[in-house]
């Protein structure tokens, strides 16, 4: 971009201005769009299209965009391991068809919440995928917050809807924010 747009983009704006403030704006922003976008989308399905480990990846995404844990393929890819750890967890313990109870845990809520966090860590190390957030994905399905396929296949398409918020305004903001993989 020239002229205009370029003043426009982020790395122009942070050299000629408080890039703190700059920085924070561009946050509040793309947040309140990528999750107003999502949420919206819920409201209209009724499906779950907002979880909480959503709003770390959005702070992940457009605070850190150029970030390791950023990166679509780390984003997805972590979250993939969360979701298929934390249902996992739940066959193994036998929870698929037990309603969440966070007051009340038994001892096999604390079974899947234990083998779902350390195999999605681990996992994460494993295949070189770091994304913190997928640490609260696996927890929201290990408790059975979220535990259908149905819910987990909406919960994985909210992540590619994220993923594809962020290429678009990371790269309309100026930033070489990278298709899939981390930026060596």
């Keep these: 971009?020239?002229?205009?747009?370029?003043r426009l983009q982020l790395p122009g704006?942070?050299?000629?201005?408080?890039?703190?403030?700059?920085l924070g704006l561009y946050v509040l922003l793309n947040s309140a769009i990528a999750i107003g976008i999502?949420?919206?989308?819920?409201a209209v399905t009724d499906e779950p299209f907002v979880f909480p480990s959503l709003?770390?990846?959005?702070?992940?995404?457009?605070?850190?965009a150029l970030g390791t844990q950023s990166a679509p393929r780390n984003v997805f890819f972590g979250h993939l391991i969360g979701v298929l750890a934390g249902y996992f967890a739940l066959v193994l313990f036998g929870l698929?068809?037990?309603?969440?109870?966070?007051?009340?845990?038994?001892?096999?809520?604390?079974?899947?919440?234990?083998?779902?966090?350390?195999?999605?860590l681990s996992a994460m190390v494993w295949f070189g995928v770091p994304?913190?957030?997928?640490?609260?994905?696996t927890l929201?399905?290990?408790?059975?917050?979220?535990?259908t396929p149905?819910?987990?296949?909406?919960?994985?398409?909210?992540?590619?809807?994220?993923?594809?918020?962020?290429?678009v305004i990371n790269r309309l903001a100026g930033l070489p924010y990278p298709l899939w993989a981390p930026r060596k």
């Design 55 to 64: 709003g770390p990846t959005a702070f992940l995404l457009f605070y850190a």
């Design 96 to 120: 698929t068809a037990v309603a969440p109870n966070l007051e009340d845990v038994t001892w096999a809520r604390v079974g899947a919440a234990t083998v779902s966090l350390c195999l999605t």
């Design 13 to 22: 704006l942070q050299r000629r201005h408080n890039s703190r403030a700059i």
């Design 131 to 137: 994304h913190a957030p997928a640490g609260a994905t």
């Design 150 to 167: 149905g819910q987990l296949t909406i919960l994985m398409v909210a992540v590619l809807l994220m993923i594809g918020q962020g290429i």
């Design 140 to 147: 929201i399905v290990s408790l059975g917050l979220m535990r």
């Design 1 to 6: 971009m020239h002229g205009w747009g370029a």
């Design 38 to 42: 999502l949420a919206s989308l819920a």
